[in-house]
């Protein structure tokens, strides 16, 4: 429960501080850490805390959260984007997408299979208990032993033994460099959580954030306010935030437009427009680490050829259809690595696309003649029920189409989608569009998605050396050597054509003009951002803290 | 046979009508493709971990087995427990049906008192330009979805004009602290009036058009039998011609469509509470099956299934008492 004598005495103080004409501190006051965000970040100079202090912040989502515990996995990333405001991960990300420590005193070295994680000592529980080892070693073994869908990020943690309150030791069983994205988790406190592991995230909520759960009916309402007594870098502005699950946008925009909403998420291309000409609202915007893809199935059937491949290529004009149906939602890719991941490894990104084919009817039928695919080929698209991914899906039906063969576009809801993609049989899949959305690290885009032992690869393409590269690369801790094995690898990738790279599509926001630095993370769920990085006292990167300017 | 007995005869009918679907429903969703530990665990899960889980959630069982199991449950008030929410179906049932049943109710309130007057007068000035006009509302109430009359009144009364709620429904009995503005519970149910008629109109409208049409030639009809004309040669007034000797015999076939509606309705309700945005079993419904949610799905369509049983027979009472030449097995 929140503390009001407390919240009373900083309200006292503040009105002091604004008074005496403190400034807001430093990293509250705008500037602009990502790549290519637009829209309504307003600069706030002149503003004491005081002023900035309060309000209460009303934010619409597409859907409701239907627990908020972070050992489980249920609800999406609609769960986990308020997770992220009500618990701190032991590392998280800044707006470059580098790894930041949260609840860790410094992003830990991997020595081997092993590495040390040391703790912040301050960093404490809504409860007033402190963040120790012992709570961080059974959030990651609670998930494997409750076999969410978590588990998988921490099968490879052999043991976890716990030095002191603030130093934990994990042993690996074998060297895995992207464990230390796994562990860019959240962390639950282990007494709370274990005296009724049922009623945790859903009726008891203690985490270490800068935000406190003070009401949550699922696919109602999410209250929480600010938690005055933060134990990192100073305290979020907003007293009170409440998010509500609203899934039709019209309604959505129509809640901008009326002001029961001060922010909604996701903004579908054709209503940009409609929020840019409110007077008194805009579109925030940025790429988001996402990767929309169409895949060949090269187990069997004609796409198992690189020469259909790089006829398809040259079927379909991938910019017009971006331009007309992706923008400005999204933006086309030239690789499985998100830009803020290529930028960061200093990728060859103009190399890779300058690789891709312009549409060129004429010598997509060579190609397909000299693969010496038969007349009555029919292509089986497979696509799950996007709209955006839909239209690229026609878009290369249409291309295939017009080179003289046919195409049949499926839709299937996520389930089939699911059980299908992977199936390798070419009766049911040629070609199938998914998208894929992870950490920030090279790896969590390519081995998984395009190693054969992949858990979401349903390519089957079977190439010794790219997979080698992969494997070889998170095991190696030099990232010089692993930049060097990634562009290999996606050299190949691009020259066999293993997908086509479609867009990514970007974190959108309508925002109302009185909400000011408000701006969008490249993690998708890092929003909305409204105490960014926590404004934690380890990293040197620049926080926010978003307020209301009414 | 008095309406008791029939009432009971005709609900003990129901129960191999329930059983069907039951079977249907059940044997239907496991020829999904897809499974909903894959769904629950996510695109990255192991072999081991989906095993694990579906031995957990019993589905490594045979489906026979699952289907016996299920049965005897449902027989003994056990809808199951959803995986999705954690909580036993019937628990989520009971939480969102009051919602639905108030927009049900709403709904076909808004229906019956426009349809019926509408009806009447179209019959009474049949050819004549409120005739004509009554024709014209129908035909565009049938043939519009009620999701697209949904946005189209969002933009106009939400966005434009201002003047209505476009998200969510105030429930009557929703404490005041929580509703916005409100001081009194007077305020609370002014909210729950003004949060009901966007979406009212929304899932209404296909069922007052449909019903002012039956109206309308059900009236025609009997007010061109014989005995109207008797009385209208006796100089009976038309109004109570209207009233007092077609109204009533004009009601057999209004009923059966309302009756019939409320299937249409329970789906329509699906589409209106998703764009206004409103918790009841629509939605629910919709998150069970984006979800493979088993006993969710089982369990909402059971209890739609039971809801049209209840309709149909409602109806048949009502034929009852609005006639009572109707005969139930062969007594007058």
Redesign the interface.
Known sequence: MPDSSWQENRRKFLQAAGAAGIVGFAGCTGGDGTDTPTGAATDTDGMTERERTGGTLNFAQTSSP??LDPVN??GGNYSIMLKNLVYSPVLGYDRNTNLVPILAEEVPTLDGNEFTLNLDPDARFHNGDQVTAEDVKYTFEATVEE???Y??NF?VVDTIEVENDTTAHFTLTEPYVPILHAIAHQVVPKSVREEDT?AFGIDTFVGSGPFKVTEFE???HVTMEGWDDYWGNGQPYLDEVTF?????P??R???L??G?QDVINRIPPQFWQTIQDMNDADVVSGPSLSYQFAAFNQNEGECAKRDVRLAIDHCVDLDQTIEQYIKPGGGRMYSPLPASVANAWDMPLDEWKNSWSEKDIDRAQELFEQAGVPDDWTCNIIVSSTEKRRQAAVSIANGIKEAGYDAQVQYL????????FDSGDASQVNIYLLGWSRAPEPDRFMY?LLHMDG??QGQYYDNERFNELLEEARVTTEREQRREMYIEAINLFVEDRVHLPLYYTSVSMGVKNYVKDLKPHPVTTYNPYLFGDRNNKHADTEGSNVWIDR | MSHLRYSVKRLLQAIPVLLGITSITFFLINAMPGSPVEVMLGPTATEEMITEASARYGFDQPLYVRYYKYILAVLGGDLGQSIHYGVPVTEKILERLPVTILLLVSSFTFAISVAIPLGIVSARRRNQPIDHGSRVVSLIGVSTPNFWIGLLLIIVFGYHLQVLPSNGLVMPFTPISEVGGADSRLDVLVETGRSLIMPTIALGTLQMAAISRIERSSMLEVLGRDYISLARAFGVKESVITRKHAFRNAQLPVVTIIGLQLTSALGGAVLTETVFNINGMGRLIIQAIRTQDYALIMGTTLFFGFMFVVGTLLTDLTYAYLDPRVTYEGEQ
């Open positions: 239907v627990e996995n249920n076999g969410t869908s588990s998988a099968s049922d699922e696919n109602d509500t699950p609203i899934n039709e019209t309604n925009v129509t809640q437009q009326t029961e809801d996520f389930a089939t989608m699911l059980d299908r998984e858990a979401f």
